[in-house]
């Protein structure tokens, strides 16, 4: 991935004056740095003439175009607009997501980022670019949102999206050190995913946290083992589940043997189950024998023990929760995303 060049502010002027320049009709008069005007500081101001007129655009740019950053700037620019009434704004960013797009078409503020998505709409002009991919891809922000510990956090907002969380409290509830917490927190703030409200954090936007998290999710995390049972999958499920229960192992269906569970009509033929620490021993007891392929049973061998937060029992069989189910449905092509997004749609959007 490309890394954001060192001045950000000479990328955002090369990108607006060449989007400024595909107008034919439009002559930029002259192009200033940092703007001091009454009480402006604005980052970039452009004179643009044009048949019948002329304007200013101004613009502010950030170094983030997440939707926090976006606000902020856009509300900046607000309140420059009682200076200016009659210049246009302009938010430039090295990527600038849908929803911090949103932000900016809300209060009638055009938007560039340096991806090559635009919308600069004023007197007779009008551009608009949109599904450029993120070039600037913030690698390290998600890696460590998305990491194991970081994701126990994420699992536990989800689980209780109408609870407010003392930073403490989440930590410990979360088994994960404050510090981490505290990191986690200024990632989904920047998103606007939570909102630090009177008595704690609160999830604010659980849909989009969760379908981020599901592009970022990644289940090869987990050591998979098939294996070959005499047995039918339901049988396997149950014989697993006695075994785990009496040894006192922890474990939890998922994918369609979760599914099938959960209200949903999900035909299926091999057993899925998450097992922490299982033996070659225990294989035998069970009359369990591995195989490269054709099994009737997946173990897994769960990446991180946050797999195991918040799940349920279903006729004596505990089940993870419906957020781990929709994520590692995700990794079935075909019906396991038809199954995924029934779970998303019958269950945790009613939640929301």
Known sequence: MKQIEPDIKDSAKNALLSSLAEIGFMEIEEFEGPCRHQDIQADLVAKVKFPGGSTRVVSEVRKSGQPRIAREAVNQMIRYKKSMPDAYFVFIAPYISERAAEICRSENIGYLDLSGNCLLAFDTVYIKKEGAPNKYSEKRDLKSLYSPKAERILRVLLCSPGKKWKIKDLADESEVSLGQASNVKRFLCDREFISGERGGLKLKAPEA?????????????????????????????????????????????????????????????????????????????????????????????????GVFYGTSIFDGIRVVSEIQLYLDLQGFRGRGEEASQAIFERILAKSW
């Not at 379908?211 to 070959?228: F, H, L, P, T, V």
């Not at 998450?274 to 054709?294: C, Q, R, T």
């Open 209 to 305: 946290l969760v379908k981020e998290w599901a592009e970022n999710y990644d289940g090869s995390r987990n050591r998979i083992q098939e294996m070959y049972s005499m047995q039918s999958a339901a049988q396997v499920e149950k014989a697993v589940a006695e075994f785990c229960g009496d040894n006192n192992i922890d474990y939890a269906l998922t994918g369609f043997s979760g599914a099938a569970r959960t209200a949903l009509a999900v035909r299926y033929q091999k057993a899925m189950v998450y097992v922490s620490g299982i033996s070659a021993e225990a294989f035998s007891e069970l009359s369990l024998k591995p195989v490269p392929s054709g099994g009737n049973l997946l173990l897994f061998s769960p990446y991180d023990k």
